[in-house]
């Protein structure tokens, strides 16, 4: 089953509006956490670095002020997009690691954005 | 910075037949882990495979099998008696193993079409 949730699955939005979006480790701590951003047909980019308890560390190009991560607990980051733009329409997915650092990411399901 | 490269945008191959996917990589580091990623329409990433570097044995999971050439920095996929079911984007990804809990770094990913 599932290890990561993320939610929401899709979301649509008007433009200045604010989107959050939660990833959640089920049954497991990740005391780190990490969002990508997938463009259609396109890879998976790295956008942030979610740490527990401290700053979310962010991939160059990356703006902080704009895309919000707040890891809160230990089985919670969130990832607010701020005064969204239809340029910021994407697929957002999370992932954490459950176990040690020689386990494997698992990913949520993901989180269709569009901002109209 | 790591890079993954995946040279085929796009891949056929027929029902029960076999197909390989390209991946090279480029790193400075001796110490690290290789995946192969499955993507289908659902957007879930699903693992298909994982290497470490350390390892010569090249790893199996069932009709799916890599050829890891540390050297030349490559690390293709092949798949056995394909079936309808294969038919997704593939990344391969990469993750250092030098420090702590690194993210992946992903390959612009291979379109895999299985045909009847």
Known sequence: GAVVSQHPSWVICKSGTSVKIECRSLDFQATTMFWYRQFPKQSLMLMATSNEGSKATYEQGVEKDKFLINHASLTLSTLTVTSAHPEDSSFYICSARRGGYNSPLHFGNGTRLTVT | ?116
């Open chain 2, 1 to 116: 910075a790591q890079t993954v490269t995946q040279s085929q945008p796009e891949m056929s191959v027929q029902e029960a037949e076999t197909v390989t996917l390209s991946c090279t990589y480029d790193t400075s580091e001796s110490d690290y882990y290789l995946f192969w990623y499955k993507q289908p329409p659902s957007r879930q990433m699903i693992l298909v495979i994982r290497q470490e570097a350390y390892k010569q044995q090249n790893a199996t999971e069932n009709r799916f099998s890599v050829n890891f050439q540390k050297a030349a920095k490559s690390f293709s996929l092949k798949i056995s008696d394909s079936q309808l079911g294969d038919a997704a984007m593939y990344f391969c990804a990469y993750r250092s193993a030098n420090s702590g809990n690194t993210p992946l770094v992903f390959g612009k990913g291979t379109r895999l079409s299985v045909i009847a």
